[in-house]
């Protein structure tokens, strides 16, 4: 009985399907605005290297928008030391493709690094890019550059100071603003909005739907 009714009388009725509309355009509307208004903020994005270190220190990576790698671009994250692994999220422009990347671990006087991942997030931690460990390479002042169980395993020259490590680039890699928007807000709240717009109209109709009072009575 409710399916029939709601086939012959919610999705058959204009007055019904008016409102279905409106609300449609009702939720594009709002979780539009909300995402070039409110979210344009949170549109941050970062490569995200999961590393473990005995010591403390400051890691840095250089990013390449198309102007070489250069002081100016570039961005710096704290390494906990204590040999567990913390994820070193290093901020990068979401707007401007990448063309190539380098990043400079901490200058540790003894010890190993180890590495197990590299990609690209967002603010949230969702996963945007993943990168192939195997397009590590190590550049500089690298004393021990291994791969053991999956991970990158190294360690640096005596008395060095600017240790280096390329991040293979392919293709150069973007992301457009309405895919980070979609991915963050756009699609979801659309969808939360315009559910609650139909469970509304579908409650509305029943309760105006004399047919149906007397059906219920």
């Not at 204590?82 to 003894?110: M, Q």
Request: hydrophobic share 45%; proline share 4%.
């Amino acid at each position: 009985k409710m399916r029939a009714w709601i086939n012959k009388v919610f999705f058959s009725d204009k007055k019904i399907k008016r409102l279905l509309w409106a609300a449609l355009l009702f939720a594009i509307m709002i979780s539009g605005w909300r995402a070039l208004t409110l979210y344009s903020g949170d549109m941050s994005v970062f490569v995200r290297v999961s590393m473990k270190s005995v010591e403390a220190g400051t890691a840095a990576l250089y990013y390449d928008v198309g102007q070489g790698l250069n002081s100016k671009h570039v961005s710096i994250s704290s390494v906990y030391g204590g040999g567990t692994f913390n994820d070193v999220k290093l901020e990068i422009p979401f707007n401007k493709a990448l063309f190539h990347l380098r990043f400079d671990p901490p200058s540790i006087s003894e010890g190993e690094i180890v590495i197990n991942k590299v990609d690209i997030v967002d603010r949230y931690g969702r996963i945007l890019y993943d990168f192939n460990l195997n397009g590590l390479k190590p550049v500089n002042q690298i004393k021990k550059f291994d791969f053991i169980n999956g991970n990158i395993q190294f360690s640096l020259d005596e008395k060095a100071n600017d240790p280096q490590i390329n991040i293979l680039v392919d293709r150069p890699i973007s992301f457009k603003r309405l895919q980070l928007l979609s991915l963050m807000w756009v699609v979801p709240e659309f969808i939360i909005l315009f559910l609650i717009c139909v469970l509304l109209i579908y409650v509305w109709s029943r309760w105006t739907d004399p047919a149906r009072r007397r059906i219920e009575k």
